[in-house]
């Protein structure tokens, strides 16, 4: 069984351009983002089967768009979950720019 929800870690990983949780040292999950100018563009939330239903995923995107938001980052939420999650939690709502065909054209040609 795994641990539970307050023994994981979450860390920016600037080479992957991704922020993880971790529980035990191991990869839980991570939610990938890119660069956009000032814009930090999260595109992907994944977190394994293994650690489903602990609230992982939701600690993750917190701590992932706190610390955007602390470098000075805008928020667009393309990724589903992210999307979901601000609508839930409006305190990042200053800080969060809309998904505009621009950007869903400039990720596609990002990330092929």
């Known amino acids: 069984m ?3 929800t307050n023994s994981a870690t979450v860390q920016q990983v600037e080479a992957e351009q991704l922020y993880e949780i ?12 890119r660069d956009h100018g000032d814009q930090r563009v999260f595109y992907h939330t994944e977190v394994d ?7 992982l995923a939701s600690r993750l995107v917190r701590e992932a768009l706190t610390e955007s938001r602390g470098q ?4 667009v939420p393309v990724c589903p ?3 979901a999650f601000l609508k839930k939690n409006t305190e990042f ?3 969060t720019d809309p998904v505009t065909p621009e950007i869903s054209r400039w990720l596609d ?4």
């Open 2 to 4: 795994s641990q539970p």
């Open 22 to 33: 971790q529980v035990d040292g191991r990869r839980a999950g991570v939610v990938a983002y």
């Open 49 to 55: 089967d293994a650690y489903a239903g602990q609230g």
């Open 72 to 75: 000075g980052k805008r928020i």
């Open 81 to 83: 979950y992210v999307a």
């Open 93 to 95: 709502a200053e800080a």
């Open 109 to 112: 040609t990002v990330l092929a």
